[in-house]
């Protein structure tokens, strides 16, 4: 079991920067592939990143690619998102999701087994 916990969310405006973090409960993290999903009003909940157990591959969704950074540190239990350049079209509620699979890279939440309760970032123009 792994429990899951956004920050970092806020107000900001186009072109700003903000970095979430999600904490991980959990002796087992470093052996979860980890992802950020996001959810805009009115939308379905869309991939946006995934870095595997390792953190050496990671996957980007073409809308945030060059402007969003996944990482994470598994001796902090730890993965965050540096997102970059962020645009009205940014704002949505964040989530980190948990696989316990480590040889998939997922990019559907269906593939995921655990999730935070999400985070609001919201991109004023």
């Known amino acids: 079991q792994v429990q899951l916990v956004e920050s970092g969310g806020g107000l900001v405006q186009a072109g700003d920067s903000l970095r979430l973090s999600c904490a991980a409960s959990?002796?087992?993290?470093?052996?979860?592939?980890m992802g950020w999903f996001r959810q805009a009003p009115g939308k379905e909940r869309e991939f946006v990143a995934v870095i595997s157990t390792s953190g050496v591959a990671t996957y980007y969704a073409d809308s945030v690619k060059g402007r969003f950074t996944i990482s994470r540190d598994n001796a902090k239990n730890r993965v965050y998102l540096q997102m970059n350049s962020l645009k009205p079209e940014d704002t949505a509620v964040y989530y980190c999701?948990?696989?316990?699979?480590?040889?998939?890279?997922?990019?559907?939440?269906?593939?995921?087994?655990?999730w935070g309760q999400g985070t609001q970032v919201t991109v004023s123009s």
């Open positions: 959990g002796r087992t993290f470093s052996s979860y592939v």
């Open positions: 999701a948990a696989d316990h699979r480590p040889l998939r890279i997922g990019t559907h939440d269906e593939e995921y087994d655990y």
